[in-house]
């Protein structure tokens, strides 16, 4: 059904709605919470612990005060906590409060808090600020303690209160999800029903009942995805090599020329690859190497093989500026070691005269390697005779988008490459379609990564240390978890730490910052500047996690590091010590609880990805849910691979006793599973059953 037909979407809500890619009521149910209000226990002012909202209980200790600010009236009273410190409380054109407060009343206030957690000029550091908080009496917050009130990601123009009533007035409008798990399953894994599990995480009664109502969501997503990826194997299996391509001497001469020697991990993927070229079937292969192992190197031997036995290669980034440094560094190598073969680049951003000269080197061969993002995929798109598809970063397309650019050969060999360490009992799940190579093994001559966990208040030693790798002609990075201050989230965020920098910082260093909001030609300017040395300092968010190469950065600091999954962390730590300089990791604890900062300590002992993929396989849990998504999360709605590690596993044991008891379970439910796959496999891999 249209959301169109829910009360009070109209066109214009309808169009601010698509633009989050919700365009049914189904998808609207599918739109989960991102977190959730929840009214918690009162605290006090010394056991704030990064909290955005929270609830004090005060007692009023001054006469409130109006005062005029522009067009904003301003009222505000201060509040005395339970061990005597103070509180202030703002209200914005709210001036009609003034008469409800008198010195000695006691309230629970709950909102935002505002605390200036940044040494700088004139900041009050430890004062906090309740803004625009509700006023209850003790007993009217006694029967709201616990309840939890969904909030959604929004759009410039929607509101969280019109998705919710939104998603409410569909629940209560008779809505009924169907059933498609066999009941044996259900009653396996103690699964809740699949209605009451949409309803639940919308508007669960307590923490309990929306991790249980997630669990089943994310068994859905991870059993649904298991289960298409088999049938989707078993399709791909029958295909035969329509390109049997040969080892080169070409390719090994150009090998044998470059300034250093491959590993032994890499010589071995190569003869894996050379081994696919030439068997019965079409390559379907996943190269899975630790950030900084040389997968690069690797790709373009495979696209040179392919070149010199009269083939085209295509090599599919997931961003503009991954794709046109992929394409300046090939570039350079083709010519710098006569190799006679041309590359061409495509991307969204291009002229319409640079893509019609790309269009017609790809369609007649001249290019025979082509680099470029999801451009490579679009109709206009011809090629002569393109014998291999590379995407890079795999998980940020795909099996859908993988498939579309495959479909552009004659069933080419297929490589998907990933520097997430995913640990390999997983990659085996998730890449079910894939034969998996593993580089287990780094470049000689890397110096390892000098890393520290610190609080808050050692950022001041951070930006000195910055500073004078600045003077030393090095660069820096500094990742925020969020983009903009007024996100829900409490957090730093890159465009109020770019001024703070820029005010701590001498005015000769130049800081700038990227997010993924930020257009791609903006992207590409300040990445291409900041790799010439032009922005010696760049605040980003996790947008610069994806293969970016920049060798003369040296520092990567990271805020609020504990809203990040461990893997997540190494993914930004691999920006560094791309060179032949000394690098530093120094991540910034914004939590004083024990078991955060030993979990960040991990980082300080291990520099391998996929050893640190397992610990953070071990550590997280359910409750971390609410943290920054790892990387390499597949783009599932709601299940996240570390933290529901073990749901995923069970959801491939069931998908695995689905598939060999079908004659035995109930039928109702088999046909119901079957046409929900059906859907589901034509929405994601594109096939036609």
Not at 200 to 229: C, G, S, V
Not at 354 to 374: D, L, M, P, V, W
Not at 467 to 494: F, H, T, W
Not at 519 to 526: A, H
């Amino acid at each position: 059904m249209n959301i169109r037909e829910v009360k009070g979407i109209g066109e214009k809500t309808e169009k601010l709605f698509n633009k989050l890619g919700v365009y049914t009521t189904e998808e609207l149910l599918e739109y989960y919470p991102r977190n959730y209000d929840e009214y918690k226990t009162p605290i006090t002012a010394k056991s704030l612990d990064n909290e955005a909202v929270a609830a004090f209980k005060c007692m009023i200790v001054s006469s409130p005060s109006v005062r005029q600010a522009g067009k904003l009236t301003i009222l505000v009273i201060k509040g005395k906590d339970e061990n005597g410190d103070i509180i202030t409380l703002k209200w914005y054109n709210m001036p009609f409060l003034k008469g409800r407060f008198k010195i000695g009343m006691h309230f629970i206030f709950r909102g935002k808090i505002s605390k200036n957690v940044f040494k700088g000029k004139g900041s009050q550091e430890g004062d906090i600020i309740l803004e625009q908080p509700e006023i209850f009496s003790l007993s009217d917050y006694d029967r709201k303690l616990g309840a939890m009130q969904p909030i959604y990601r929004l759009t410039e123009g929607l509101t969280n209160n019109l998705v919710t009533k939104s998603v409410k007035q569909i629940l209560d409008g008779g809505y009924q999800g169907y059933e498609f798990l066999p009941k044996e399953i259900r009653d396996k894994y103690s699964l809740m029903f699949y209605d009451d599990a949409v309803r639940k995480i919308h508007f669960p009664k307590d923490f309990q009942e929306m991790n249980e109502a997630r669990r089943r969501l994310a068994f859905n997503e991870f059993f649904l995805f298991i289960t298409a990826l088999k049938r989707f194997k078993n399709k791909e299996n029958i295909i035969n090599n329509s390109y049997r391509l040969y080892a080169s001497d070409n390719t090994e001469m150009f090998l044998k020329a470059l300034p250093y020697s491959l590993t032994n991990a890499q010589k071995k993927v190569i003869e894996e690859i050379r081994q696919d070229f030439k068997s019965d079937r079409a390559m379907n292969r996943l190269i899975q190497g630790d950030v900084g192992s040389g997968k690069t190197i690797v790709a373009i031997a495979a696209l040179l093989d392919a070149a010199y036995n009269g083939y085209q290669g295509a090599m599919m980034a997931p961003t503009e500026v991954l794709a046109a440094q992929h394409y300046e560094n090939i570039s350079r190598l083709l010519t710098e070691y006569n190799t006679g073969i041309e590359a061409v680049m495509l991307s969204g951003s291009m002229t319409a005269k640079e893509k019609k000269a790309a269009y017609e080197k790809i369609s007649t061969g001249a290019a025979k390697i082509i680099i470029g993002t999801h451009a490579l995929i679009q109709e206009k798109v011809h090629f002569e005779n393109l014998a291999l598809v590379i995407t890079d970063e795999q998980h940020r397309f795909g099996v859908r988008q993988r498939e579309n650019l495959a479909k552009k050969g004659m069933y080419p060999h297929i490589i998907v490459m990933s520097a997430t360490p995913i640990p390999r009992t997983l990659a085996i799940i998730l890449y079910g379609d894939l034969d998996i190579s593993v580089i287990d093994e780094l470049p000689q001559g890397r110096k390892p990564i000098k890393n520290c966990v610190v609080g808050r208040d050692y950022r001041p030693n951070a930006y000195r240390f910055m500073e004078n790798q600045v003077k030393e002609g090095r660069q820096c990075y500094c990742i925020c978890p969020m983009i903009e201050e007024n996100e829900s989230l409490d957090g730093a965020d890159v465009v109020s730490y770019t001024d703070i920098l820029r005010k701590n910082m001498s005015n000769n260093i130049r800081i700038e910052y990227l997010h993924g909001k930020m257009k791609p030609q903006e992207k590409n300017r300040i990445m291409k500047e900041f790799a010439q040395n032009k922005i010696q300092i760049l605040v980003s968010t996790t947008v610069i996690e994806v293969g970016v190469n920049v060798p003369n950065s040296t520092v990567m600091l990271v805020e609020n590091a504990e809203r990040f999954g461990l893997a997540s962390l190494h993914q930004l730590r691999g920006r560094v010590g791309r060179g032949e300089y000394q690098s530093y990791c120094i991540f910034i604890c914004g939590s004083d609880k024990p078991d955060i900062k030993e979990r960040l300590d991990i980082l300080t002992k291990s520099n391998d990805g996929f050893e640190i993929a397992g610990w953070d396989l071990k550590q997280r849990g359910p409750g971390d849910f609410f943290g920054i998504r790892q990387s390499g999360d597949m783009d599932f709605k709601i299940g996240d691979i570390f933290s529901d590690s073990i749901t995923l596993k069970s959801a491939a044991d069931a998908a695995a006793y689905a598939e060999e008891n079908k004659k035995d379970l109930d039928s109702v439910s088999i046909q119901m599973l079957e046409n929900k796959l059906e859907k589901y496999m034509k929405n994601n891999f594109m096939l036609n059953l």
